[in-house]
């Protein structure tokens, strides 16, 4: 209801709306003008952090997998990283490529996630159906390495879960040479689309000054011109050791946002082509935990590809300490800090989601926009509410 | 009430019959069975991501899985739905929503469970913001599994059409 003199609407968009669900934005309207947004989050918090309190090392890989279901190597890399640090063990040469492995087709799945999921919310049904149609040849890869679609758990204290499988090599070139076929036509009849053009060119612009200020983190922060890529920042797994290209775009609006997406699946396929061809031969679980395997268990295990878990890992101590760890995801700097007092389960564990720093994105950026321009925003940002609500 | 029909004039509360012997035929073979039969390949969810799980229920709307060939076209207006799909974990600020959102569907409707999280808590069982969905809507079908595979939420799909088709689900009442 609109009383006299009163010019503004409040509108509810909301939690039940077409694009990816999970929170509410509430708008005040000015006729068609935008004149403030706030995002109301806290649909999805389910207390990771807390539940990580009581329960043991281990299980919370698994737990830290769940808030983002679209991208969950980059959480169990970056829990991992911080529980090795306070072990102080370093995992084996191929099981650091074997997890940037994972990394890279997760993080092609992902942005295609994002992109199916844009597509939806500006109305472009034909986005969608490409982008989640050519995501499932590459969870099959993922699949055929860890034996799960999505929640991998593949990458655990000293090394990985499983071996390259044989002829993994072959079928994941297939794959990258379709994508790349694929690539084309997405740009023929997506991005080079007049009117996607004119629905993302200069929509949502964020200057390069105004990404720092406010912390953005990811392909976000990189549309807007700032070659920051944590990859390269603080290098980790096998990174240091491949050639890469930090993706970067100058005009910092809804469609260049999106274009850093696509370019960085263009530069994750060529990290897996060399992933492929450089990986060394030896062992993938860190040897201190592979000598208490009994001996017949670890023949099998060698022969079988597949690590059995030593019985330290049931009831694994950690050393009292503190350590962070930072990780490259698909939206952006994953972050986790675990205190550990020497018991069975850590004192506390904070993680730090990407999501979470770029929801201030949606009050800054839909300032004085029109409303039909808040989806092509939204979808542009790649938010995922559960990542960001924890 | 009195009416005319051709000449005939027909005595008696016309409006009531009418609904009673409409009541009567829709609950008759073979009528019932051409309804329960539509009801079951027009299955259409609304567009409700309660959590995580959402990532695999669009999986399975897309190319591959394609779930739209058994009539189930994931839609925007609550009004035009008729199933919900508990996608996850349902934390107790998106309860309330829930509530709302199921009771503006018209009947018949049906409500599905999706994942671990929506049978007893799953990962999250010892978490204080969660809501058991059972405990506040009349579940159906559940699905198990974190994430459940696209291949399971077809099958949840065929199993809740299979009982509609039974005759379990959908009554309607004779007012």
Redesign the interface.
């Known amino acids: 209801m609109i009383s006299s003199g009163e010019r503004e609407l409040e509108l509810l968009i909301g ?4 694009a ?3 929170m509410r934005l509430v708008a005040k309207v000015d006729g068609d003008v935008v004149v403030e947004l706030r995002p109301n989050i ?6 990771v952090e ?2 990580a309190e ?1 329960k043991k090392y281990l299980q919370i890989i ?2 830290v997998e ?5 991208d969950t190597t980059a959480n169990n890399l970056a829990y991992v990283m911080a529980l090795e640090k306070l072990l102080g063990i370093e995992p084996p040469e191929r099981a650091k490529y074997l997890r940037t492995l994972l990394a890279e087709i997760n993080r092609i799945h992902s942005h295609l ?1 994002g992109l ?2 844009h597509g939806v919310m500006i109305g472009s049904s034909t986005a ?2 490409w982008c ?2 050519d ?2 040849p590459f969870l099959e890869l993922a699949q055929e390495l860890t034996g799960a ?3 991998y758990s593949y990458i655990i204290p000293g090394g990985v879960r499983r071996d390259l499988p044989a002829g993994l090599g072959e079928r994941a070139e297939r794959v990258l040479r379709y994508m790349e076929n694929r690539m084309r036509d997405y740009f023929n009849l997506y991005f080079n689309n007049p009117v996607v053009r004119a629905r993302l060119e200069g929509v949502g612009v964020l200057s390069r000054h105004d990404a720092i200020n406010l912390g953005i983190t990811g392909p976000n922060l990189r549309a807007s011109g700032v070659a920051y890529d944590v990859r390269r920042a603080e290098p980790y797994a096998a990174y240091p050791e491949l050639e890469f290209d930090i993706v970067t775009e100058e005009a910092g609006d809804s469609f260049a946002r999106v274009m850093v997406r696509v370019r960085e699946i263009v530069e994750s396929m060529r990290i897996i082509r060399q992933v492929i061809r450089k990986i060394p031969e030896g062992p993938i679980l860190h040897e201190s935990y592979e000598k208490l395997i009994p001996p017949k268990l670890r023949e099998s295990m060698k022969q079988r590809g597949m690590v059995k878990f030593p019985s330290v890992f049931a009831n694994l101590r950690v050393p009292p300490g503190e350590a962070i760890s930072r990780v490259e995801g698909g939206r952006g700097e994953v972050v986790f800090h675990i205190v550990s007092d020497g018991k069975l389960s850590p004192y506390r564990m904070r993680m730090v989601t990407p999501s979470f720093r770029n929801v201030i994105l949606f009050e800054h950026l839909t300032r004085g926009v029109r409303v039909a321009d808040i989806p092509a925003i939204y979808g542009s940002l790649d938010y995922f509410p ?1 990542e960001a609500d924890r | 009430m009195v009416c005319s029909l051709e000449g005939k004039l027909l005595v008696g509360n016309l409006e009531r019959s009418a609904r009673k012997a409409a009541a009567w035929l829709v609950e008759k073979r073979p009528v019932r069975d051409i309804r329960d039969w539509g009801i079951s390949f027009s299955l259409w969810p609304v567009h409700f991501t309660t959590a995580c799980c959402g990532a695999e229920f669009a999986a399975s709307a897309a190319p591959k899985y394609d779930a739209e060939r058994l009539g189930f076209l994931p839609f925007i207006g609550i009004r035009q739905c008729n199933l919900l799909f508990i996608e996850g974990t349902l934390s107790k600020k998106m309860a309330e929503a829930a509530i709302w959102v199921y009771e503006q569907m018209p009947e018949p409707k049906f409500v599905v469970g999706m994942g671990a999280c929506a049978i007893d808590g799953g990962i999250f069982w010892n978490s204080y913001n969660i809501v058991r969905p059972m405990d506040i809507l009349p579940v159906h079908v559940f699905i198990p599994g974190c994430p459940p595979r696209p291949e399971a939420v077809a099958q949840a799909i065929i199993m809740l059409q299979r009982k509609i088709r039974r005759g379990e689900l959908v009554r309607y009442e004779t007012r």
């Not at chain 1, 769940?66 to 679209?70: F, I, K, Q, T």
Request: overall charge positive; glycine content about 12%.
């Open positions: 939690p039940q709306h077409p990816s669900g999970h806290g649909y999805v918090h389910r207390s807390k539940l009581v698994p737990l769940r808030p983002s279901l679209a996630y199916g999921i969608y159906m989640f149609g995501r499932e679609r999505l929640t559960p």
